[in-house]
């Protein structure tokens, strides 16, 4: 295929996938952005009030970027693994594999929906934070970067997660059983300087915890991880996990005979 | 220039199941090739391949020159695929289905929503086109396929079981369309149930039983090696006894009025009709007993020919 084949034919999978959860909106879209209000109103009203502040910001303030992010992640991953397994399961993921779309396109078609969904459910969870807290973003670079990069990074998990998928069960496993503990585990709530020593050295090893506080990072200007850390973290796993989606595409896995 | 070029394509899968062992295959450009075999002879396996649906275990599989390994991208451009079974989104309208799939080849919106209109108005379901696939009937469906695989003009149409359950009425009408396709030069290949159907389209067969060629050569050779053909007559006897036997026939009586009647292809029915005739008996109509193709398509599963291209 040419390049302007190739531009034509990722263009054709990100408008297929954004009319994709655009059209069933009420499913795909409103409910993150009420769960997460309900999150702001009790934790962070509520709650919050007799908690009192995190370091110099109330804990309303401290817990915006945790549950934007957590909004961000869980949309990206479903998005994907939702839209690839259902293609798998109807078997209309097909009309791609016998097509000339080269493999490394077709994953980055599908990263590119899970990036609009994600990024759409975040910015409006971020909106809605105004109703609750000012938002004084602290460096828009950091902000925007590590939103886009979450979003690759989830978005990949979720498309390995869909390639291994047998069943409608496979795929709810892994956001019930590991993505959302890891995600609360992962500084949403509370700052890992308030665990033990022990178990902050656990939490060090939760991915999770280094895109949040790079993230708040972002919002605040605080992060109880270094910065670099945290990208350098975000940027390997985003590679290791792109390899391993596109050799499994090209292998076939789950896909082909 | 062929279209398909098979050679010694072997597949076995995961769970050591053999599914072809040895197939061979010689499409020429232009052809209406039928591909005949019974249920897991091979032939939807053999179209995974060909497709790159199925990972082959060795062989070499060429579309319009094209290695489907090597010069996958090119050999699959070539390609369009109608599958046996339903393989498109539900969820999605009739016209976006088309607009995506010529999209995947590269074709731009503009020329890929003409194309969309084109098909689905060959095809009879142009005022479905905003309708979700899920609310279209079995033959609608199928036709949808059709269009489908044509959006991006393909040089090599390959239809796995097309007019499995679908109407009479639909299927002749998609029997013209197919016909048309072909005579501005597409490449067809057809694997069916129908044999009349086989009969009826293609200039080309091939046989495939249990993972192996067993045939392949044209209609019209495969059908004038059919020794004998027999034929059911609907007789009016006006109460004169049926003869006993006519000569160079091999006659079995089924009721006071119909008989069973095989005559070798060398032998002029006009015998026939003079003994019954000359016992004051009329024929009312006659039929063949069984498709002449699928009189065939038997011997040559239960080899009980040679194979033609072995004579």
């Known amino acids: ?257 | 220039m062929k279209a398909l070029s098979i050679t010694n394509l072997h597949k076995t899968y995961p769970n050591g199941f053999v599914a072809l062992k040895g197939v061979n295959l010689e499409v020429e450009e232009g052809d209406f090739f039928a591909l005949l075999g019974a249920n897991g002879a091979g032939k939807s396996t053999t179209i995974g391949i060909i497709s790159s649906l199925i990972n082959m275990t060795s062989g070499q599989v060429n579309v319009f020159g094209h290695d489907v390994l090597t010069d996958t991208s090119r050999a699959k451009a070539c390609i369009g695929l109608v599958p046996q079974e339903f393989n498109f989104n539900v969820f999605e309208p009739l016209e976006e289905i088309l607009i995506n799939q010529a999209g995947y080849y590269g074709i731009p919106r503009h020329v890929a929503k003409q194309r969309a209109e084109k098909y689905l108005k060959q095809l009879q379901i142009w005022d479905k086109r905003r309708e979700f696939a899920r609310e279209l009937s079995g033959g609608m469906k199928r036709r949808l396929m059709i269009a489908r695989a044509l959006v991006h003009q393909p040089r090599l149409l390959i239809l796995d079981e097309p007019t499995a359950g679908v109407d009479i009425e639909i299927r002749r009408s998609m029997w013209e369309f197919l016909k048309q396709i072909n005579d501005e030069g597409v490449t067809i290949i057809l694997t069916t149930h129908y044999l009349e159907e086989a009969e009826n389209l293609c200039n080309r067969i091939a046989i495939i039983d249990q993972g192996i060629t067993k045939e392949q050569t044209d209609m019209k050779t495969l059908l004038s090696s059919l020794n004998n053909e027999t034929f059911v007559l609907d007789l009016n006897t006006n109460d004169h006894a049926l003869p006993s036997s006519v000569d160079g026939c091999e006659m079995q009586t089924i009721d006071s009025n119909t008989i069973e009647v095989t005559i070798a292809k060398t032998h002029s029915l006009n015998d026939l009709f003079k003994t019954l005739s000359d016992n004051g008996i009329d024929v009312m109509s006659m039929r063949n007993k069984t498709n002449r193709l699928e009189q065939l398509f038997m011997n040559v599963i239960d080899n009980k020919t040679t194979p033609l291209s072995d004579q």
């Open chain 1, 1 to 257: 295929m040419t390049f302007s084949e190739q531009y034509i034919a990722f263009k054709t999978i990100v408008i297929k996938e954004c009319l994709r959860f655009l059209r069933i909106w009420v499913q795909t879209l409103i409910p993150p952005i009420i769960t997460v209000a309900l999150y702001f109103v009790i934790f962070g009203n509520l709650v919050g009030s007799q908690i009192g502040n995190i370091g110099e910001f109330t804990y309303m303030e401290f817990i915006v970027p945790g549950l934007v992010l957590m909004a961000l992640i869980s949309n990206s991953y479903a998005n994907v693994v939702s839209s690839f397994y259902g293609s798998k399961f109807q078997r209309n993921i097909e009309e791609m594999l016998i097509s000339p779309l080269p493999n490394y396109l077709i994953l980055i078609g599908f990263i590119s929906g899970g990036i609009a969904r994600g990024v759409l459910v975040g910015v409006a969870v971020l909106l809605v934070s105004l109703f609750f807290s000012d938002l004084n973003i602290h460096s828009y670079t950091v902000t925007i970067v590590v939103f886009i990069l979450t979003s690759i990074l989830f978005s990949l998990a979720g498309m390995i997660n869909a390639i291994y998928a047998n069943s409608f069960d496979d795929i709810t496993i892994i956001p019930t059983f590991v993505l959302t503990p890891l995600t609360y585990l992962g500084g949403i709530f509370y700052s890992i300087n308030m665990l033990p020593e022990f178990w902050q050295n656990v939490s060090l090893i939760n991915p999770i915890l280094y895109m949040i506080n790079a993230f708040r990072y972002g919002l605040l200007g605080v992060s109880d991880i270094p910065l670099t850390h945290a990208f350098i973290i975000i940027t390997a796993f985003i590679i290791v996990l792109f390899m391993f989606s596109l050799h499994l595409l090209k292998t076939g896995k789950g896909l082909k005979h």
